[in-house]
């Protein structure tokens, strides 16, 4: 249910911090800094891809590591909506996607109601800022008639020659610097350092050739998609740039160590939604909302390398940063947040499962990118807990990537999407295909401990028949004190939201119409009959 800040489990840290972040005068103390904040967000990275996680040779990510390891590693940490702009609305404002009205979608309107803890920290004496890329796409709106800062001031300025022509030629690191060299006085910061990487287009091949990686250096392809050159090479080139996004870490926590600022920093590191391939990004499935999270605060975590079993939500990211900056819910003049704070995580010196968390996590979907007939998305809610992930598709009749004749658009366009597309059409297996764009039923149960990849659907097996209508029976209850609109009868506002840009509304009608209109992030060849 929504809290307040002030009724969060930590209300009693909460003032004690509060009072303890106020700079004491006189009487013989040390004056007490309130602690800076780093927020380091991939674009398009999965958990499994950090090398921290043990879980994958083939990426190495030292700069995580190190964040890892001189904090604190969440193993189960998910984002409610597997996409850009609505996991970023997640994170913003401690609420989950059915919560936030049009930032449930992709490319929305940002609502005035709703304040960023961006924002809330740049009104009580943080000085704010960003590099790369911040809340995105859609329009962030204006108060007092100037743009919205839901990110912070933007420091863009400084540029590099990127490794190849598809990487952002943004200089992350020296804006960063740029950023503390500008800062007036000696108050505490906020910087996000929003990677444009590993966020499709790829130069093909870069993997292979920027760096030493093989073909079979890839253990396992996963069972949704072709095992061949094509599709292990663009693997290679997401991993090239997984590891660029660390490298400009590892940078940028050089800077940090340069001005002296480490020790009293939160470093937080995560990714907004898992890897830009099919069945991935903007789906509901474990890989798709499982996410990265490390968290190191020199001077915050005494118990230093441990690994944390509890879910932790995209939520929670609010709630602990207001606290640790000693802001109270009054104070962010934010709404109420449906996260809660992981102060008592980062301060426990338990490991594993400490009782702190929570023991399942709600995820879901709304309209998560253009090419269905009126503008429509395709709305999922789930839960995951015990190893399993229920989900409800309310609109199983429309097609979960993106209608055919508008090329999958709910998929970026890729070298794997084309071999997928091309395995069916070819003859060679059609198996992919379902897996990542058929038509779905209205129920998904996968147990994910012994199906990782999530290609066996239970839900019309008897043998789990009590199980998933326990699954059921909690999520809605939960979505219902949530005041999520879709268990209301009210599900269609969200496809009544228009996209924020003239050019993405009613695409597919437009498209058909014949219009000469391009997505220029799918390939000519994924455009499909509607009979295939």
Same mark, same amino acid.
């Given at each position: 249910?929504?809290?307040?800040?002030?009724?969060?489990?930590?209300?009693?840290?909460?003032?004690?911090?509060?009072?303890?972040?106020?700079?004491?005068?006189?009487?013989?103390?040390?004056?007490?800094?309130?602690?800076?904040?780093?927020?380091?967000?991939?674009?398009?990275?999965?958990?499994?891809?950090?090398?921290?996680?043990?879980?994958?040779?083939?990426?190495?990510?030292?700069?995580?590591?190190?964040?890892?390891?001189?904090?604190?590693?969440?193993?189960?940490?998910?984002?409610?909506?597997?996409?850009?702009?609505?996991?970023?609305?997640?994170?913003?404002?401690?609420?989950?996607?059915?919560?936030?009205?049009?930032?449930?979608?992709?490319?929305?309107?940002?609502?005035?109601?709703?304040?960023?803890?961006?924002?809330?920290?740049?009104?009580?004496?943080?000085?704010?800022?960003?590099?790369?890329?911040?809340?995105?796409?859609?329009?962030?709106?204006?108060?007092?008639?100037?743009?919205?800062?839901?990110?912070?001031?933007?420091?863009?300025?400084?540029?590099?020659?990127?490794?190849?022509?598809?990487?952002?030629?943004?200089?992350?690191?020296?804006?960063?610097?740029?950023?503390?060299?500008?800062?007036?006085?000696?108050?505490?910061?906020?910087?996000?350092?929003?990677?444009?990487?590993?966020?499709?287009?790829?130069?093909?091949?870069?993997?292979?050739?920027?760096?030493?990686?093989?073909?079979?250096?890839?253990?396992?392809?996963?069972?949704?998609?072709?095992?061949?050159?094509?599709?292990?090479?663009?693997?290679?080139?997401?991993?090239?740039?997984?590891?660029?996004?660390?490298?400009?870490?590892?940078?940028?926590?050089?800077?940090?160590?340069?001005?002296?600022?480490?020790?009293?920093?939160?470093?937080?590191?995560?990714?907004?939604?898992?890897?830009?391939?099919?069945?991935?990004?903007?789906?509901?499935?474990?890989?798709?909302?499982?996410?990265?999270?490390?968290?190191?605060?020199?001077?915050?975590?005494?118990?230093?390398?441990?690994?944390?079993?509890?879910?932790?939500?995209?939520?929670?990211?609010?709630?602990?940063?207001?606290?640790?900056?000693?802001?109270?819910?009054?104070?962010?003049?934010?709404?109420?947040?449906?996260?809660?704070?992981?102060?008592?995580?980062?301060?426990?010196?338990?490991?594993?499962?400490?009782?702190?968390?929570?023991?399942?996590?709600?995820?879901?979907?709304?309209?998560?990118?253009?090419?269905?007939?009126?503008?429509?998305?395709?709305?999922?809610?789930?839960?995951?807990?015990?190893?399993?992930?229920?989900?409800?598709?309310?609109?199983?009749?429309?097609?979960?990537?993106?209608?055919?004749?508008?090329?999958?658009?709910?998929?970026?366009?890729?070298?794997?999407?084309?071999?997928?597309?091309?395995?069916?059409?070819?003859?060679?297996?059609?198996?992919?295909?379902?897996? #990542?764009?058929? =038509? &779905?039923?209205? @129920? !998904?149960?996968?147990?994910?401990?012994? %199906? $990782?990849?999530?290609?066996? /659907?239970? +839900?019309?097996?008897?043998?789990?028949?009590?199980?998933? #209508?326990?699954? =059921? &029976?909690?999520? @809605? !209850?939960?979505?219902?004190?949530?005041? %999520? $609109?879709?268990?209301?009868? /009210?599900? +269609?506002?969200?496809?009544?939201?228009?996209?924020?840009? #003239?050019?993405?509304?009613?695409?597919? @009608?437009?498209?058909?119409?014949?219009?000469?209109?391009?997505?220029?992030?799918? /390939?000519?060849?994924?455009?499909?009959?509607?009979?295939?």
């Amino acid at each position: 249910m929504l809290v307040s800040f002030k009724n969060s489990l930590a209300v009693v840290a909460l003032l004690s911090w509060t009072m303890a972040c106020q700079k004491t005068q006189g009487h013989g103390q040390e004056d007490i800094k309130r602690p800076n904040i780093l927020f380091c967000i991939a674009d398009d990275a999965s958990y499994q891809h950090m090398s921290a996680y043990g879980l994958t040779d083939w990426v190495q990510t030292p700069a995580f590591d190190e964040v890892a390891a001189a904090g604190v590693l969440f193993l189960n940490a998910y984002t409610p909506n597997a996409k850009c702009a609505p996991s970023r609305s997640c994170i913003l404002t401690g609420r989950n996607p059915w919560q936030l009205e049009e930032a449930a979608n992709h490319v929305p309107n940002f609502p005035a109601k709703f304040t960023t803890w961006m924002e809330a920290l740049g009104a009580n004496g943080y000085q704010t800022g960003y590099t790369g890329k911040g809340w995105s796409p859609g329009n962030p709106g204006s108060k007092d008639g100037k743009p919205r800062l839901l990110t912070g001031k933007a420091y863009q300025d400084k540029k590099l020659q990127a490794p190849t022509s598809s990487i952002s030629s943004t200089d992350y690191a020296a804006n960063f610097k740029d950023f503390l060299d500008q800062r007036t006085d000696d108050s505490p910061f906020c910087f996000w350092y929003g990677g444009h990487e590993p966020h499709r287009s790829y130069a093909y091949g870069s993997g292979l050739t920027q760096s030493k990686k093989k073909l079979s250096d890839i253990d396992k392809v996963p069972a949704y998609w072709p095992d061949n050159e094509t599709v292990r090479t663009d693997m290679l080139d997401y991993a090239f740039e997984v590891e660029y996004f660390d490298q400009n870490l590892g940078k940028i926590l050089s800077v940090l160590k340069e001005k002296g600022e480490l020790e009293n920093t939160i470093v937080i590191v995560t990714s907004d939604n898992g890897m830009p391939f099919p069945r991935v990004k903007g789906h509901v499935y474990e890989y798709d909302n499982h996410l990265p999270l490390a968290i190191m605060w020199p001077k915050g975590i005494a118990n230093k390398g441990r690994k944390i079993e509890d879910f932790v939500s995209f939520n929670d990211f609010a709630p602990t940063i207001l606290e640790a900056a000693g802001v109270s819910h009054q104070q962010s003049t934010m709404q109420e947040v449906e996260g809660k704070s992981l102060l008592p995580l980062l301060q426990s010196s338990k490991s594993g499962q400490t009782g702190l968390g929570r023991d399942h996590m709600l995820v879901g979907k709304e309209r998560t990118d253009v090419g269905r007939p009126h503008d429509q998305g395709y709305p999922v809610r789930g839960i995951i807990k015990d190893k399993y992930i229920y989900t409800i598709n309310y609109q199983p009749d429309r097609w979960p990537g993106g209608n055919p004749e508008t090329g999958y658009l709910d998929t970026d366009g890729s070298p794997t999407k084309t071999e997928v597309l091309q395995a069916r059409r070819n003859g060679t297996s059609d198996s992919f295909w379902k897996l #990542a764009f058929g =038509k &779905k039923g209205s @129920e !998904e149960l996968y147990r994910f401990d012994q %199906d $990782p990849d999530g290609v066996k /659907n239970l +839900a019309n097996d008897p043998a789990y028949k009590t199980l998933k #209508a326990s699954l =059921k &029976k909690q999520l @809605e !209850e939960e979505l219902k004190k949530q005041k %999520d $609109p879709r268990m209301f009868g /009210n599900g +269609a506002v969200f496809d009544n939201y228009p996209y924020s840009e #003239a050019k993405t509304r009613n695409f597919y @009608e437009r498209y058909m119409r014949g219009e000469d209109i391009k997505a220029g992030w799918v /390939n000519e060849t994924d455009f499909e009959k509607v009979d295939q």
